[in-house]
């Protein structure tokens, strides 16, 4: 494996921050050099990335992070995910002749997280003002940025639909009757005033202010204008009907985001911590309890061993994922079988040199009926037309469109954050008038039937995909992650293992070839299943691919350079920190001194 890197890997002492477009990243390290920590930088940075990604994340969709403080010594995850509305039920979807919830539109909003969430890190981590981390967001709506042409092509893409059925829509992002042109200035005042406002609010302290904020957001003035527009609202959706909400006021006044455990797993002396399985964190983890049992490190990092290895893991896992994962609040959830030596002992030795086609489930004692409901779910037929604005992965590898945005900081005195914002993307719903966003769709995650730990539910948080990474090994941190929907641990994986056993840069394993696996049940509506079927980067050599296939792999190759947007930044004891970021799509950079 080549140690060339297309660009240089970040290296200093003062701080870095990395993440999916270059002026968030300025952002966050301009607030290092004010004297801000990692959490400032960080709340900074993804206000911003709400501004230039608006097709990625916005104010009203959801955030995990996993963080280290230096200052309580503890790794933690913070959870910005929303949970299901009360009058979110099973019976109410079904009523309405749904069999699954759509992509789009009111139906398919929880409770909005984001903004609340990073207003959380801040007044119990950050150290600036209010003011000060809102300020470059405020900035860049009012003001204008220069819009990215994958951001002007989605806008043009649904330029006729937002005319059509979602006017709010097309007032902020055809402002001029048309989309933006690539590259040119491109404003939201409405967003910058919503920020300008919730920036202002009014306490004698800078915590009293903070809270403030969140009242005014739960409860205030952007709680009023949201519920002022979906009392009466019917909105088109993806189902080809227009539906009302069922998110309420009660719902909103009553969340908050939270502090939780990681997940962790030791890996060759590193413990990688991840979210616990409301989202597919635990997966990675799976995948490396079943990888332990191989000799990577005698393997080609970019050859079919390898590759054939780590798909056919990711299988297995992935199977897991959708038979046991789900809300621990609400449900069992046996992840500590799930990661034990016996049953991944056992889950290994049904991989072999052909690939397969089988959703293959581990039989859980206690839990074999969530197996074989996974199994009969995943050769289901939805009965779902051509799929019109709707949700997404990775918009330049399929007919989808949006996905996710993922920052990486870390300042001089080792605080550090990994987090993953998405949802609330301009495709998922109408824009709230007067505020600027729209609301998320992360309610497409559940399903429409009962006695299952990802059932439609009230107060339940959706199993989601968002999987920010920490990783740590004698005394040696690391944070990394990826957009990129049902494929972000997929590709987090493969980074990590390149790191690991072939002791290459942050930069050089990011610049390899990366493929992935679309086998599994997808989690984005319509919930697709691919048997057999990945996807890979030409980089790897035809021969490799060639031999993929003989071992039975469906194999799609991608155009060069267009599979992940990986972010990383590391801190070793001495103080030394590193960072790179993907140069897949031009957007990502890593900044620090």
Known sequence: MSDFTTRPEIRGTFGVATSTHWIASAVGMSILEKGGNAFDAAVATALVLQVVEPHLNGPAGDMPAIFHSVTTGKTEVLCAQGVAPAAATVEHYKELGLTLIPGSGLLSTVVPGAFDGWMLMLRDHGSMSLIDVMQPAIDYARDGHPVLPRVANTIASLAGYFAEHW??????WTRDGAAPVPHALFKNPDLAATYERLAQSAGETRTAQIEEARRQWREGFVAQAIFDYIKTAEVMDVSERAHRAVLAPPDMAGWEATYEETLNYDYHGWQVHKTQAWSQGPVMLQALALLKGFDLAAMDPNGTDFIHTVIETMKLAYADREAYYGDPAHSDIPIEHLLSEPYNDARRRLITDTASMEQRPGRVPGFEHLADKYIERSARDFNIGPVAAQEPTMSHLTEKRGDTVHLDIIDRWGNMVAATPSGGWLQSNPVIPGLGFPLNSRAQMFWLEHGLPTSLAPGRRPRTTLTPSLAEKDGTRLVFGTPGGDQQDQWQLIWFLRFVHFGLGLQACMDAPLFHSTHFQGSFFPREVQPGQMMIEPGVGDDVIAALRARGHLVTV????????????????????????????????????
């Open 167 to 172: 006017p709010s829509s097309a007032a902020v």
């Open 558 to 593: 991608a155009d060069p350079w267009t599979i992940g947007r990986l972010t990383a930044a590391l801190r070793t004891p001495d103080g030394m920190l590193r960072a790179a970021a993907t140069p897949r799509l031009m957007q990502a950079y890593a900044v620090g001194r």
